[in-house]
């Protein structure tokens, strides 16, 4: 059984900062990709950031310059530092990862956080 449990959201104003943290535990043999996505009241859910297991990110344009994506492979976590957040930040934010989760397959499966709850006040 395989967990993603993310941490960190809160309520924040304008300009302000948040760090979200990203922890996998359970039966884990190795993590391919790891990304953040974020999902705004009445609309679809959509990619914010994504590093590989070799630690190359890419940013949706909206976050570019403001968010930083990183991972530390030891201990199976993934962080987003949103710096100078604007309100239309504000949503869940869900943590995905490929995650191999038996020794004798090197099949990779996706898994989802439960999400944490980001607020921008203007």
């Known amino acids: 059984q395989v967990r993603l449990v993310e941490s960190g959201g809160g309520l924040v104003q304008a300009g302000g900062s948040l760090r979200l943290s990203c922890a996998a535990s359970?039966?884990?043999?190795?993590?391919?990709?790891m990304d953040w996505y974020r999902q705004a009241p009445g609309k679809q859910r959509e990619a914010v950031a994504t590093?590989?297991?070799?630690?190359?990110?890419n940013y949706a344009d909206s976050v570019k310059g403001r968010f930083t994506i990183s991972r530390d492979n030891a201990k199976n976590t993934v962080y987003l530092e949103m710096n100078s957040l604007k309100p239309e930040d504000t949503a869940i934010y869900y943590c995905?990862?490929?995650?191999?989760?038996?020794?004798?397959?090197?099949?990779?499966?996706?898994?989802w956080g439960q999400g944490t709850q980001v607020t921008v006040s203007s």
């Open positions: 995905h990862a490929f995650i191999r989760t038996r020794i004798v397959s090197y099949e990779y499966a996706a898994y």
């Open positions: 359970g039966s884990i043999f190795g993590i391919n990709g």
């Open positions: 590093i590989t297991s070799g630690g190359t990110t």
